[in-house]
């Protein structure tokens, strides 16, 4: 079991917080008394999904479900598309983004573009909140070296992702969505990180999807992504 000090929280959100990632091999006990002492305003727990016992243990213990977090990978094999599908993915262009294009995703992540996410659907925090967090991950992210793209739809920003790398084999896509104007056009079907990987020189993509964003998962399915793994989200508000 590994237990994270999320201090970032406090700006982003306000409370002091942990997460608990529980591994396969951590018993009822262990989680027990690991999770006895965190008292913070803000704990969320991941546990995988085969683990009942620690299901059951955790919600004895006052923490609620809020989502599965799924994860998903894709080896860059070439995907089948309908007539559809392949007309909607040859309109989308990408590149990297510049200064102006961060301004343009930052103002449609304070739209609303998150509205799916466990910390804009909790009572205890409020949509704008969720947005303020997500603005300051990406900061970081892109201090770090993570590498933004803006997709566009005849010449016009249609949505992002953003990637990491380690190795320059394996990418992750940390995160990605559709701007306001374009989100009932089916565009957000298209999923253009394979190709972006591929023409980096990578191997492998992965990424992370939450069960509440139903649309998201679909569309990673019929992009040909396996899943890899899931994990149980519960979280216990002390304030």
Not at 28 to 54: C, H, R, T
Not at 90 to 98: A, C, E, G, K, T
């Amino acid at each position: 079991m590994n237990i994270i000090d999320s201090f970032w929280e406090k700006e982003n959100l306000g409370v002091t917080s942990k997460e608990v990632i529980v591994d396969l091999k951590d018993s009822v006990d262990e989680v027990k008394n690991g999770l006895a002492p965190v008292n913070d305003q803000y704990i969320v727990v991941k546990i995988p999904a085969s683990m009942f016992n620690i299901t059951n243990l955790v919600q004895e213990m006052g923490f609620q479900f809020v989502e599965e977090m799924i994860e998903v990978e894709h080896d860059l094999h070439e995907v089948k598309r309908n007539r559809i599908h392949q007309r909607l993915y040859d309109s989308l262009d990408y590149r990297q983004m510049n200064v102006s294009d961060i301004e343009t995703l930052y103002a449609e992540i304070d739209k609303g573009m998150f509205s799916s996410d466990r910390i804009s659907n909790d009572p205890h925090f409020t949509p704008e909140l969720s947005a303020r967090r997500y603005k300051n991950w990406i900061r970081q992210m892109l201090n770090n070296g993570a590498i933004p793209y803006v997709m566009s739809y005849k010449g016009e920003p249609a949505g992002f992702i953003i990637l990491t790398t380690k190795d320059r084999i394996v990418y992750h896509s940390v995160l990605g969505g559709g701007y306001e104007k374009f989100r009932k056009t089916g565009l957000g079907m298209v999923q253009k990180e394979q190709e972006i990987v591929k023409s980096l020189g990578g191997k492998l993509v992965s990424t992370n999807v939450s069960s509440n964003n139903v649309n998201q998962c679909k569309a990673l399915l019929a992009n040909g992504y396996a899943i890899k793994n899931i994990n149980h989200v519960f979280v216990k508000h002390n304030m």
